[in-house]
């Protein structure tokens, strides 16, 4: 499942590689618009949340998608999976498990966010939207920058928690590393450089990734398994996946504290970019993974 938005998914590029491994495979690949109203989602033998890119900019419209096809058993991840991990408070739930996450405070409020940060212990804050993508919404600033509570006041004003993180400062050498599963197993992992610069900007000005592939430290992995198992856990006892059942897919983000520990960034539990290009092999784990969910396999 994808957007018409072609905005949105121009810069796809798990897409050639998805669309050769399927065919190899003998599958049908549709890129059926979740906007499309003409689509037929019962025709399909099984629907993966892939690139619904735009979904931020028409929340209202994409949660209505979700809620009409809440009972379907075909879409992956489930749909009630994906409505927890859109809101990034899931983060509270995984640290409530025992995952080490970036400290991070929710604000319901300009008052709540200006004690947040001041309370940040950083020189440096992280403001962004509990529900974003794409780093919408999202700037490094000084503590006592005035453009931190504006950005603040926007997010709030859209009708989202504000997030305040301390800035972790070894990311601006080392990066963050992702890492992503296949039915609960380690596929591959990457490092991506760091997006937000000084003041509210991006690094060179706009929006982009910089991926290379990497084998990622144990300690990190270590962090990836905890998450992991964690959301799992949580889908199961929510009644989300059957007791025995794995997430067809989990993109886990973790950087380093200044202390140098890692901790869990984000856990992205529906249409993460996989950077299939980093690894010869991930685009054929990922087809095994959904043939593995067709009837009769």
């Known amino acids: 499942m994808t957007t018409i938005d072609q905005d949105a998914i121009h810069d796809d590029v798990d897409l050639p590689l998805q669309v050769t491994v399927f065919a190899d495979s003998g599958i049908e690949l549709v890129q059926a618009p979740w906007e499309d109203p003409t689509i037929d989602w019962d025709s ?6 892939r690139s619904p890119w735009n979904y931020v900019d028409r929340l209202d419209e994409f949660r209505h998608w979700l809620d009409s096809r809440r009972r379907m058993r075909t879409i992956h991840n489930a749909v009630s999976l994906i409505e927890w991990n859109m809101d990034k408070r899931y983060l509270a739930g995984l640290a409530a498990r025992g995952v080490p996450i970036v400290p991070t405070v929710f604000a319901e409020s300009m008052e709540q966010f200006q004690v947040a940060a001041r309370s940040a212990r950083s020189p440096e804050i992280v ?18 920058d005035a453009a931190a509570e504006e950005l603040a006041g926007q997010v709030l004003a859209k009708g989202f928690a504000v997030m305040v993180q301390p800035f972790a400062s070894r990311i601006d050498d080392q990066g963050e590393i992702g890492t992503v599963l296949f039915d609960g197993v380690v596929s591959h992992s990457f490092r991506k450089a760091a997006r937000l610069a000084e003041g509210g900007a991006l690094v060179g000005g706009e929006y982009r990734e910089e991926i290379t592939a990497i084998v990622a430290p144990d300690d990190i992995l270590a962090v990836v398994e905890l998450a992991s198992i964690a959301a799992t856990t949580i ?9 025995n059942e794995e997430l067809l897919y989990g993109r886990y983000d973790v950087i380093r504290l200044d202390d140098g520990s890692p901790a869990l ?24 993974a959904v043939i593995r ?5």
């Open 44 to 49: 399909f033998d099984l629907i993966v949340v």
């Open 127 to 144: 403001v962004k939207p509990s529900v974003s993508a794409g780093s919408r919404l999202t700037g490094r600033f000084a503590v006592d």
């Open 235 to 243: 889908a199961r006892e929510s009644g989300w996946l059957a007791a």
């Open 265 to 288: 960034l984000e856990a992205e539990l529906f249409e993460p970019c996989f950077f299939l290009p980093t690894d010869a092999e991930a685009p054929h784990r990922f087809v095994d």
């Open 293 to 297: 969910r067709l009837p009769n396999s």
